[in-house]
């Protein structure tokens, strides 16, 4: 009993590989709301547990985000965000990036699919409405540089050390992007806007769940990031591609019975649901974020474990 518990004792203070380098991501919110919060729009720093190498996804608020974080947001932008993952080109998105480009140094990837970078390239560093920070086109001055990735194959971020895997979505017409992080181990699934397939007339969220379940099963998504734009009382004719409780918790529930037809109602406990891009109320009255938090409470049958950070704040995934 005695040497059993002596092995034992000597194998724990025997460091593995895996105990040394603890699998999961640290995430910092820059930007949570939708459409019309200016300065507090989509945009969220990742990086590997105790890694001080971010990669930004999405860039709607990104210097008030890092000032509302703690610090200057100078050093962290310059040394520690080492590369960009946009989900598509609208400015709630980008707009961050604009200003924060101007103060940037050495040259960093743009990961997105190539209607975003063609956009970002054509309509916003241009030298027209922005100088052209990219590199390509005219006069670059090549701060960015253009990664376009082909959906489902991953890339490698060198620099954060994780995998980046693009998947369409369907936003209101236009194509907006889901993202796959991984560390090797444990992934993120991170959603641009989108509206739900019901509304959107495809089967792109449909497609993304087919991806997901497996992740799920296996305990490797620690993670889905997802908007809701609006509440429920928004009709479905004015939805814009986005999102409300209703949609949500049936996308979710069709996620849930992919990962376990026979019981949907646990297949989604470990599974951490982030719920950003609430567009606000700009005439009063209960907010916004109030009503959607309490509908899609009030609507949680799979038990889903939802967080909606607040700008600024930090949690480990
Ligand atoms: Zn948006």
């Known amino acids: 009993m005695l040497l059993a518990f002596l092995s034992l004792s ?24 939708g459409g019309l919060a200016q300065g507090d729009l989509s945009s969220f720093l990742l990086a590997r547990r105790g890694q001080p190498a971010y990669l930004a996804v999405d860039a709607g608020s990104v210097l008030t985000g890092l000032g509302r974080s703690g610090g200057p947001p100078g050093p962290v932008l310059r040394d520690q965000i080492r590369g960009w993952a946009l989900t598509d080109p609208h400015l ?9 480009v101007v103060d940037d140094v050495g040259t ?11 956009a ?7 030298g027209v409405l922005w100088a052209n920070f990219g590199n390509e086109g005219k ?23 994780v995998t980046l895997e693009a998947l369409p979505l369907s936003h209101g017409g236009t194509t ?3 993202f796959l ?14 509206g739900p397939d019901l509304v959107e007339g495809g089967s792109r969220l449909g497609a993304l769940w087919e991806r997901l379940a497996p992740l799920v099963r296996g305990r490797k998504l620690r993670a889905i990031f997802v908007e809701c734009s609006y509440d429920n009382a928004r009709p479905d004719a004015l939805l814009l591609g986005h999102l409300t409780p209703r949609h949500l918790l049936v996308e979710l529930g069709a996620l849930a019975a992919l990962v376990s037809p026979q019981a949907p109602s646990k297949a989604l406990q470990n599974v951490v649901v982030v719920v950003s891009h609430i567009v606000p109320t700009l005439d009063g009255g209960r907010s916004a974020r109030d009503l959607v938090t309490s509908e ?22």
Do not use: C, W
Not at 297 to 310: D, I, M
């Open 176 to 178: 907006s992007t889901a």
């Open 10 to 33: 000597l194998l724990a203070a025997e460091p593995t590989p895996a105990a040394a380098a603890p699998r999961g991501f640290d995430v910092v919110a820059l930007g949570v709301q």
């Open 296 to 317: 899609l409470e009030a609507g949680n049958k799979l038990g889903v474990r939802f967080l909606f950070p607040a700008q600024g704040e930090r949690f480990a995934l």
């Open 181 to 194: 992080i991984s560390d090797g181990d444990a992934v993120v699934a991170f959603l641009g806007d989108t």
């Open 92 to 100: 709630d998105h980008v707009e961050g990036l604009a200003s924060a």
């Open 120 to 126: 970002l390239r054509d309509h916003l560093f241009n």
């Open 139 to 161: 006069d670059p001055l090549r701060r960015l540089r253009y990664e376009r990735m082909a959906p489902a194959r991953p890339v490698h971020v060198d620099d954060v050390g």
């Open 108 to 118: 960093k990837p743009v990961f997105g699919l190539p209607s975003t970078i063609d």
